[in-house]
């Protein structure tokens, strides 16, 4: 019976340490959780970056193939070609150039987690605890009886004295 008392405590203090560290631990379901999230951000965050290089990718193609293009844009920036005529209006701005954002810089974080000693140290608490309640409940139930006070003479306890 006691060694059933005695593997039930260890039973829960291995139960509490598993508990935890499946939960909590360094490769628990929060930290998934957290780096799931983190994919996501970061999922999101190459998308654009990607649609942004394929525009960029779409307006140097433009620019090194079609004719049309360069003069548009040859004409924003200022420039004339043969045959037409300058005008200039005061207080008319042209149209800024496209300035292509590719977001702010993401760094993955390391997910937080509770350390391996604190699951260990709290599994051990559940093993002493069981422990503890197991050997107040066999106190209780009186499994361990006192013995009578033996005889005492000068302070020596004697159990059984030799016939003189």
């Given amino acids: ?3 059933f008392r005695i593997l039930s405590a260890a039973l829960t203090g291995t139960f509490v340490y598993v508990f935890i560290s499946v939960f909590a631990g360094r490769d628990g379901l929060l930290a998934e959780r957290q780096q799931r999230e983190q994919k996501r951000i970061l999922a999101v965050r190459t998308e654009s970056i990607q649609k942004t290089n394929n525009s960029l990718k779409l307006e140097c193609t433009a620019l090194q193939n079609d004719k049309e293009v360069i003069e548009g844009l040859a004409k ?8 037409d005529k300058i005008v200039k209006i005061n207080g008319l701005s042209f149209e ?6 590719a977001g702010t810089p993401v760094k993955a974080r390391e997910p937080e987690y509770l350390p391996e000693w604190v699951s260990k140290v709290l599994g051990i608490a559940a093993f002493l ?13 009186g499994l361990f009886k006192r013995r009578k006070n033996p005889v005492f003479m000068e302070g020596i306890p004697v159990y059984d004295l030799p016939q003189v």
């Fill in 1 to 3: 019976m006691k060694r």
């Fill in 76 to 83: 924003k920036l200022g420039y004339v070609s043969d045959g």
């Fill in 129 to 141: 605890t069981v422990c503890l309640y197991s050997l107040y409940q066999d106190v209780k139930s």
């Fill in 96 to 101: 800024q150039e496209k300035i292509y954002d």
